[in-house]
């Protein structure tokens, strides 16, 4: 995924990359365990540091589950970045930046 490719390999990332693919759904810590493929105790280290800085919505209906707060600015920062959103916004704009350079060379050509 495209943060694997900006950040490097790391833990958290990998959890963060679940999250993402599975943002709408509340995951348990074993689940995200497994699908990162990264034990346990390191998976629920690291949910535990996200909920204190805000960044996960925690359900408590028996076993604890995690998702991403669609509220917060950072996730909807990871979201675009990851999503092929970002990659579709940054070409319109990059288009929008030729498209203005071409219009402004011809006014400029024919003033």
Do not use: C, P
Not at 33 to 51: E, F, W
Request: hydrophobic share 45%.
């Amino acid at each position: 995924m495209l943060l694997n490719e900006l950040f490097g390999e790391n833990t958290r990332i990998k959890i963060l990359e679940e999250l993402l693919t599975y943002a709408d759904s509340f995951l348990t810590a074993e689940e995200i365990s497994r699908m990162a493929d990264l034990s346990s105790k390191t998976v629920n280290i690291h949910l535990n540091q996200l909920d204190e800085i805000g960044i996960l919505e925690v359900e408590k209906n028996g076993v604890k589950r995690f998702k991403l707060n669609s509220n917060d600015e950072r996730v909807l920062a990871l979201g675009l970045i990851e999503s092929n959103e970002f990659l579709r916004r940054s070409r319109k704009q990059e288009i929008a930046e030729i498209g203005e350079w071409i219009i402004f060379d011809y006014f400029e050509a024919i003033w």
